[in-house]
Nanobody, 127 residues
Framework: QGQVVESGGGLVQPGDSLRLSCAAS????????MGWFRQAPGKEREFVAA????????FYADSVKGRFSISRDNAKNMVYLQMNSLKPEDSAVYYC????????????????????WGQGTQVTVSS
């Protein structure tokens, strides 16, 4: 049974940076495809970024491309989301998710493809 736990959320000002962390356990970590999703009040949960296991290919939502960066440390079973140039519209609860499936580009952005979810961490961008 896999498990993921997020950390690193907080209150920041527009233009600031923040790094979220996610610890994964359970299956051999390198098998996991890891993703970040977010949900703002009154909105549906949406894809933010993902990184494949072995090859480390990365994928981003258009809204965060160029500002956010996903990475992983296989030795520590960790995945990170570096968020730069934060905007008020980035405010949301951010969720880490994992799956042992090898997802293709057309499915890696789909919530239903992920088996394990964290409890979420709040990110608030406000002046």
């Amino acid at each position: 049974q896999g498990q993921v736990v997020e950390s690193g959320g907080g209150l920041v000002q527009p233009g600031d940076s923040l790094r979220l962390s996610c610890a994964a356990s359970g299956a051999p970590y390198t098998r996991y495809t890891m993703g970040w999703f977010r949900q703002a009040p009154g909105k549906e949960r949406e894809f933010v970024a993902a990184i494949r296991g072995t090859l480390g290919n990365t994928f981003y939502a258009d809204s965060v491309k160029g500002r956010f960066s996903i990475s992983r440390d296989n030795a520590k079973n960790m995945v990170y989301l570096q968020m730069n140039s934060l905007k008020p519209e980035d405010s949301a609860v951010y969720y880490c998710a994992a799956t042992t499936q090898t997802l293709i580009a057309s499915t890696i952005r789909q919530m239903g493809q992920y088996d394990y979810w964290g409890q979420g961490t709040q990110v608030t961008v406000s002046s």
